[in-house]
């Protein structure tokens, strides 16, 4: 055939053709995914999101300090003044992996700029390396079809744009590379190759823990897998040591971490290895020893195994004496858990999916990987099939169905189901394909050639309608949206530098030994930025500090400012989202949505355990008279509310909420620069002060008055 023509020989190696093709789609996925990840790098060469300024600050420690101070830092900057031991609270292989790769390949460049490119970087080599992993599974083609729908994944380009340096695109290279070696160990001929493959795996499993926690959702399946082996393969004096292998690799490298250690071999993932790997040798061991009916012991064990299991987990939710996961892990198995924990289910990445998010997401895929399952079972009853092996199978269909499973509580886990849903899409578009020809690769008929060509332009049509439609919900301009810290969040597709801005007259404009209270979401961009302490952050250590912010907020000003000085806090922090209205009226009027602290003030009362009804009208979002003029969070609000209006007839308005309304502000500083109040108004950002019509991110900053006095 064509593809095997030979190009050229080195020793005795022959590079043919078909690794040209390899190469040229293997740049081509990598290219693509590059491109794609780096468009919104068009507003804003920033950081993205909220954690990356935090690691960009940590590992700019390490560059700076070394790893022995490092993992020694106390960062009295988080949680003041508890402060924050970083590295048994942090991804900290994520912050050695970005420090060394900067030293080796940062050159001249400055490590804000690096670590704003480096997820893009390691999210395109994942794109490589799942080719190499379903290439074990599968087959080149295979890899080949993986690596492409890969690049342009929406819940895989969402977790990892350009500025994302955050857990997610670290973790999933990593554990792609896990995945690779293991499989790729357990099915190597050779047992020194095997023993280093193996032994790989395990180091990149928990390197991936250490990246990202929720990687353990990877551990999940592995573990499954382990249980099927005993079954599936006939190999037992191999795999009753090479299992083992990787196992205790994982182990004794995750004692490495302080993070990672104990809280996994003894929680969620550390479970899900060991005792699969425990079973697998006993397992054998009773088939072993078994003269007939071998099969159906090891089954029988099974069966007390997943009796016992349950039931042990049963007891522990009492007694507890195995570590449990936090909160939202928990959720991912268990559904029903989802509104016990306001503060979890206040973080939007946590939201549940949707049905609509689902199709969105996957499309032709699912048609894909239904088909790949279907032609996967049918390979069961062929035997000279060839395809794929039975313990491939068996780790494609757990790899996809728990997948989809974990990703139907958090949007978040979506890209669990993504990375099985392109596998076992990948998959069914290979065994479809050679199905298809198998009978008519020889023939020179026009009828087959039409076939051919007019199963190709399908396929390719399939595959390139979710590249174009829906319009505006394409990987393209799904990937193309403004850093958080130019847009604050919002759902406004604007870049300005109000954050920035109000980041740097923090810096330039506070006493360095300043603490500044804000909603928690704000505490690393006030950190990292802005270069002063706060009293929460994004890592939600202390749940209990977040509920005191969210009651001091609701708090009458007098109760609030008493709070204020006991958390020892000097400035107090606000973000006001809105927009200006287009009306031509001596006054500016103003609707005040979007994703500022207006629109999370009921998570504010829910995490304070507040009845909502005392502080919101009927439609769960437009504050009472009694918030407005009764909590500090009113008060600081710059905005006093003038009535309601219909949107779609502004003709239409009240003086009370009427539903399908929408309030209608005006600007109102309650608490001034020059006042006596509890609090003083000392920056207000551009957008507040310009009155331009359009989008408003209204960051105010308030400085505790120390010389107030309260009347209660």
């Given at each position: 055939?064509?593809s ?9 190696f022959?590079?043919k053709l078909?690794h040209?093709?390899?190469?040229g789609?293997?740049i081509?996925s990598f290219?693509i995914?590059?491109?794609l990840?780096s ?5 804003g060469f920033e950081l993205?999101?909220f954690?990356?300024f935090?690691?960009y600050r ?9 790893l022995s101070?490092y993992?020694e830092w106390r960062d009295n ?5 508890a402060g ?5 609270t942090?991804q ?6 970005a420090?060394y ?6 050159g ?5 700029d690096?670590t ?7 999210a395109?080599?994942s794109?490589i390396v799942i ?6 599974i599968g087959?080149t083609t295979?890899?080949l079809?993986a690596?492409?729908l890969?690049s342009v994944?929406?819940?895989l380009?969402?977790?990892s744009?350009i500025?994302w340096f955050?857990?997610?695109?670290l973790g ?5 590379l896990?995945?690779y070696?293991?499989?790729?160990g357990?099915?190597s001929?050779?047992?020194?190759i ?5 032994a790989?795996a395990?180091i990149?499993t ?11 959702f990877f551990?999940i399946?592995?573990g499954?897998f382990?249980l099927t082996?005993p ?5 037992h004096?191999?795999?009753i ?15 490495g ?10 929680g969620?993932g550390g479970?899900s290895i060991?005792i699969p790997?425990?079973?697998l040798?006993?397992c054998?061991?009773?088939q072993?020893?078994?003269s007939n009916n071998?099969?159906?012991?090891g089954l029988?064990?099974l069966?007390?195994?997943l009796?016992?299991?349950p039931?042990?987990l ?6 507890q004496?195995?570590?449990l996961p ?8 268990n ?15 946590h939201?549940?999916t ?8 996957h499309?032709?895929?699912m048609?894909?990987?239904s088909?790949?399952?279907?032609l996967?079972v049918?390979n069961?009853q062929?035997?000279n099939?060839?395809f794929i ?5 068996s ?9 989809v ?9 979506e ?5 099985g849903i392109?596998i076992l ?5 290979t065994?479809l394909t050679k199905?298809?020809f198998?009978?008519?690769s ?11 060509l007019s199963?190709?332009t399908g396929i390719?049509?399939l595959?390139v309608?979710?590249m174009?439609?829906?319009i505006g ?16 969040g919002?759902?406004?597709q604007?870049?300005?530098?109000d ?7 923090i810096?330039?404009?506070t006493?360095?030994d300043a603490v ?8 690393y ?6 270069e002063?302490?706060?009293l929460?952050?994004?890592?939600t250590i202390y749940t209990?500090?977040i ?6 907020l609701?708090s009458?000003p007098?109760t609030a ?5 006991e958390?020892?806090?000097d400035?107090?922090?606000i ?11 001596p006054?500016?009027?103003y609707i005040l949505?979007?994703?500022g602290?207006?629109s999370?003030k009921?998570?504010?009362m ?6 909502l009804?005392k502080?919101l ?5 437009s504050g009472?008279e009694y918030f407005?003029n009764?909590?500090?969070l009113g ?7 003038l009535g309601?209006v219909?949107?779609?007839n502004p003709n239409?308005?009240s003086?009370?909420?009427v539903p399908?309304m ?7 500083i ?5 006042g006596?109040?509890?609090l003083r108004?000392v920056?207000?950002s551009?957008?507040?002060?310009e009155e331009k019509?359009g989008p ?5 900053i308030y400085?505790?008055?120390k ?6």
């Open positions: 055939m064509l095997n023509t030979k190009l050229l020989s080195v020793g005795t022959d590079f078909n040209l093709l390899v190469i789609v293997l081509l290219s995914s590059f491109l990840r468009q919104p790098a068009d507003f993205n999101e954690d990356p935090f690691n940590a590992t700019q420690y390490v560059v700076d300090n070394g101070d993992f900057l988080s949680w003041y003044p924050r031991d970083v590295s048994t942090s900290v292989i994520l912050h050695l992996t420090a790769t900067y030293w080796i390949f940062g001249g460049m400055n490590l804000y690096f704003i490119l480096l997820p893009v970087i390691f395109s080599l794109a080719f190499a992993l379903v290439r074990v087959g295979a890899g079809f690596s492409l890969f994944s929406i819940p380009l969402i977790r744009p500025g955050k857990s997610e695109p999933i290279f990593f554990s792609l896990a995945v070696f293991l499989l790729s357990i099915n001929q050779n047992k020194k095997a023993i280093i493959k193996l790989s395990g990149f928990s390197f991936s823990i250490s990246a990202w926690g929720g990687n353990q551990i399946p592995i499954i382990f082996l079954f599936l393969r006939t190999d004096r191999f795999i040591w090479a299992i083992p292998v990787y196992t205790v690799t994982t182990i004794l490298v995750s004692l971490f302080e993070r990672v250690s104990s809280n996994f071999i003894f969620l479970i060991i790997t425990v079973f040798v006993f054998i061991f009773i072993n020893k078994s071998k099969t159906r012991n029988l064990f069966l007390a195994l009796v016992i299991a039931t042990i049963l007891i522990n939710s009492d007694s004496f195995l570590p936090s909160h939202r892990y928990l959720n991912a198995l559904p029903f858990l989802t509104t016990t924990d306001a503060l979890v289910d206040s973080v939007s990445e939201a549940t949707t049905i609509a998010q689902s199709f969105l997401f499309s032709v895929l048609i894909f990987s088909i790949g399952i279907w996967l049918k069961i062929i035997k099939f060839g092996k039975n313990d491939m199978l780790f494609s269909l757990i790899l996809g169905l728990v997948g499973y974990v990703s139907s509580t958090f949007l978040r886990l890209v669990f189901a993504s990375i392109i899409a990948s998959l069914g578009l065994m199905e298809f198998k009978n008519r020889t023939s020179t008929k026009p009828i087959n050639r039409l076939l051919k199963y190709v390719i049509i595959l309608i979710p174009i439609y829906p919900s394409t990987p393209s301009t799904i990937a193309n949206i403004p850093p958080t810290i130019m847009n604050g919002t759902s406004y604007i870049a300005t530098n954050w920035l801005d109000a980041l740097e007259w810096k330039d404009n006493p360095k500044v209270a804000a909603w928690w979401d704000y505490g961009w006030i950190s990292t930025m802005g002063r302490a706060t929460a952050d994004n890592s209990h500090i509920e005191n912010i969210a009651k001091m609701l009458n007098d400012w008493n709070a204020l000085n958390m020892q806090a400035y107090v922090l973000f006001i989202s809105g927009e200006k209205l287009n009306i031509d009226t006054e500016s009027y949505s979007g994703g602290d207006e999370k009921q998570w504010f829910k995490i304070a355990g507040y009845d009804s502080y009208e009927s439609d769960g979002i009472t407005w009764e909590t500090l008060k600081m609000t710059p905005f006093s509310l309601y219909n949107p779609n239409q308005q003086s009370t909420l399908g929408i309030g209608v502000y005006e600007k109102d309650k608490l001034p620069s020059d006596d109040g509890p108004l920056y207000a551009s957008s507040f002060t019509v408003m991110l209204g960051i105010f400085e505790v008055n010389d107030y006095k309260p009347l209660s």
